[in-house]
């Protein structure tokens, strides 16, 4: 018996399957491995993943191992995607093909094949956005201005900027620049080349501003990148600083008395 335990892992993308599998063949001795994705019987509804029977290496080795390591027992890998076909069709007690009623086939199939198809396309998807970032961190580390003038702001976008712009300062989370986002669509921003001629053109008011009102984290005494971004908006922008539940009217004017170190005042 080769199942008694079992574990199964559960990734994002159709990519990640081999690389867990590298992991667990650099983690385990591999018996046996089976791929029902691509090389499993295509009646076998809910059963789409990678089997791994393995057991414990010669390098493991006490007390607590010398009972168990040569036992074998089952890793399966398999999406997200997968999982929760695996689940329905599991709760339906379909096994095979010809456990399932005539009438019902066609959309049984059907549904079978959007999963499949589901999985497919996340992962051309993943392939794509990750083609796309690259693409937009040349044109940031190589490209002209007008090159960023016309990159509309978005996560992907602002990311590579800011990764660009300001290399030594923490990477801030998706969520977060998320919320960064919509602050400056609200404030009128639309693209990257808007952004850097802001960063631009308070840059030195920033600096000295940040020197008076370092961050309240004790860990550091420069802002993460969104910090930036946040700071240098309320300066340079009453669009930016007047938008709605961004800070107290109180606070507005320890950001306006910096603004007369912007390069081009208005």
Same mark, same amino acid.
């Given at each position: 018996?080769?199942?008694?335990?079992?574990?199964?892992?559960?990734?994002?993308?159709?990519?990640?399957?081999?690389?867990? %599998?590298?992991?667990?063949?650099?983690?385990?001795?591999?018996?046996?491995?089976?791929?029902?994705?691509?090389?499993?019987?295509?009646?076998?509804?809910?059963? +789409?993943?990678?089997?791994?029977?393995? =057991?414990? %290496?010669?390098?493991?080795?006490?007390?607590?191992?010398?009972?168990?390591?040569?036992?074998?027992?089952?890793?399966?890998?398999?999406?997200?995607? +997968?999982?929760?076909?695996?689940?329905?069709?599991?709760?339906?007690?379909?096994?095979?093909?010809?456990?399932?009623?005539?009438?019902?086939?066609?959309?049984?199939?059907?549904?079978?094949? +959007?999963?499949?198809?589901?999985?497919?396309?996340?992962?051309?998807?993943?392939?794509?956005?990750?083609?796309?970032?690259?693409?937009?961190?040349?044109?940031?580390?190589?490209?002209?201005?007008?090159?960023?003038?016309?990159?509309?702001?978005?996560?992907?976008?602002?990311?590579?900027?800011?990764?660009?712009?300001?290399?030594?300062?923490?990477?801030?989370?998706?969520?977060?620049?998320?919320?960064?986002?919509?602050?400056?669509?609200?404030?009128?921003?639309?693209?990257?080349?808007?952004?850097?001629?802001?960063?631009?053109?308070?840059?030195?008011?920033?600096?000295?501003?940040?020197?008076?009102?370092?961050?309240?984290?004790?860990?550091? =005494?420069?802002?993460?990148?969104?910090?930036?971004?946040?700071?240098?908006?309320?300066?340079?922008?009453?669009?930016?600083?007047?938008?709605?539940?961004?800070?107290?009217?109180?606070? =507005?004017?320890?950001?306006? =008395?910096?603004?007369?170190?912007?390069?081009?005042?208005?």
């Amino acid at each position: 018996m080769q199942d008694f335990v079992g574990l199964r892992i559960i990734c994002l993308f159709l990519s990640d399957i081999p690389k867990i %599998g590298g992991i667990v063949r650099e983690s385990f001795e591999v018996i046996e491995s089976e791929d029902k994705i691509d090389g499993g019987d295509t009646s076998s509804f809910g059963y +789409m993943s990678v089997h791994h029977i393995v =057991k414990f %290496g010669d390098g493991v080795k006490g007390d607590r191992y010398d009972d168990i390591k040569n036992i074998p027992f089952e890793i399966q890998v398999r999406t997200i995607a +997968m999982d929760s076909w695996a689940n329905v069709s599991h709760y339906l007690e379909y096994k095979t093909e010809q456990d399932i009623p005539d009438e019902l086939k066609r959309d049984f199939n059907a549904l079978s094949g +959007m999963f499949y198809v589901a999985d497919k396309h996340f992962q051309l998807f993943f392939e794509q956005r990750r083609e796309k970032q690259e693409e937009i961190a040349e044109t940031f580390e190589k490209g002209s201005e007008k090159d960023k003038d016309k990159q509309p702001i978005n996560l992907d976008t602002l990311t590579a900027f800011m990764r660009d712009k300001f290399p030594d300062r923490e990477v801030s989370d998706s969520t977060s620049v998320s919320l960064l986002i919509k602050e400056l669509l609200n404030a009128g921003y639309e693209t990257i080349g808007e952004i850097e001629e802001l960063v631009n053109n308070s840059w030195d008011a920033f600096l000295a501003y940040e020197k008076d009102h370092p961050p309240l984290a004790e860990s550091s =005494k420069k802002f993460a990148q969104i910090g930036v971004i946040r700071s240098i908006g309320r300066i340079g922008s009453d669009n930016f600083l007047d938008l709605p539940k961004a800070i107290p009217s109180s606070n =507005k004017e320890q950001y306006k =008395k910096y603004r007369y170190l912007l390069k081009n005042q208005k």
